[in-house]
């Protein structure tokens, strides 16, 4: 069975036919070749996508952990894009340093594309600093361009998880966080946060996602170990979710 987003999304708006139908099809075809076991044919490898926004490089970091965190996992396929700026090309001229670090950042990493794109994968962690306390416009923005995925159920039971950077202790770690997660839900999305679920999660992140007061020198390391954990388990949640998905019990 091939991974395309009507298997891999499980039952939506769209309704359950198709997916069943798509299994119960794989499964007549396993039953009727002895060479294709079961297993062979449902097997499906789970795609997880960091999708961050940063300015300066900090949430950068935090998502190169998280993905080094999730690769470590076995068959985990991990992609990894930036946001592009929204602001205007006379505001980002007119601030030192932004239009040097956008051009870094674009040529590091891929800038994620058409909307559509993420209906292919199992999972996401979104990733943006703290604009006031909650996520960047440049990461909403994306999210708010999931119309059509949520009115076809296409993110429902897709694995979700947050992680953010913030220049001051209590500048809004939790809050911006949460103002990932609250779309997520309404996305009808498996949200998976660290929580303490590792003993580095006891010296850095936050058990909502990863995080890191950033200051002038950027995430340290145990923000950056906790980060690694963050994508390793939901990484491991992953593989969980789309094994289940992919049996027809
Ligand atoms: C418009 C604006 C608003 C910000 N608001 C906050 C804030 O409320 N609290 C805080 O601690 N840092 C705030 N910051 C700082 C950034 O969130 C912080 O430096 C972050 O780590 C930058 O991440 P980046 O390097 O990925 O761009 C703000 C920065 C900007 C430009």
Redesign the pocket.
Known sequence: MGRNPSSAGGAGRRGATDYTAEIDAADRAAVASPIVSRTSSHCIMPKILVL???????????ADAIAEGARSVRFAEVDVRRIDDLAPPATIASVPGWAE?RAELAAKYQTHGPIEELAQYDAFLLG??????IM?AELKNVIDQTGPLWNRGALVNKVGSAF?????????HETTLWSIMTPMANLGMILVPPGYSDPVMFAGGSPYGAT????AA?PNEKDLAAARHQGRRVAEVTGWVTHAKSHHH
């Open positions: 961050f926004y940063s300015r300066t490089g900090h949430t950068a970091a935090l670090s943006a600093p703290t604009r006031y306390g960047a953010t950077s913030v220049a001051t202790a209590h500048g809004g890191a007061t950033t200051g950027g």
